[in-house]
Nanobody, 122 residues
Framework: QVQLVESGGGSVQAGGSLRLSCVAS????????MAWYRQAPGKQRELVAR???????NYAVSVKGRFSISRDNAKRTVYLQMNSLQPDDTAVYYC????????????????WGQGRQVTISS
């Protein structure tokens, strides 16, 4: 089993910064992509940022230049640094990884964190 535990987030005024962390644990052979998604009330879950195993990154247009995703493979951790936050960034943020948990697993499986609330006030 693979578990993801998220931390960070919370509430801040517009223009402020927050940081999210997500630690993966359990039976993990390898981790491919790591990502952050978010879901605002009444909206579909959307990709915020993704980082590949060779540190290639891509971002949603709405957060490019303000958010930064990074990973620490030794700690099995992915981070999301969020700067210049705006009320539209208010959402529940979810960590997502693609990982293999056994040597015989042909394709990585997707795992999700429990979600962290991020609230930005104007």
């Amino acid at each position: 089993q693979v578990q993801l535990v998220e931390s960070g987030g919370g509430s801040v005024q517009a223009g402020g910064s927050l940081r999210l962390s997500c630690v993966a644990s359990g039976s993990i052979i390898s981790i491919n992509d790591m990502a952050w998604y978010r879901q605002a009330p009444g909206k579909q879950r959307e990709l915020v940022a993704r980082i590949s195993s060779d540190d290639g990154t891509n971002y949603a247009v709405s957060v490019k230049g303000r958010f930064s995703i990074s990973r620490d493979n030794a700690k099995r951790t992915v981070y999301l640094q969020m700067n210049s936050l705006q009320p539209d960034d208010t959402a529940v943020y979810y960590c997502n990884i693609e990982a293999r948990s056994t040597w015989t697993q042909r394709r990585p499986a997707a795992y999700w964190g429990q979600g962290r609330q991020v609230t930005i006030s104007s």
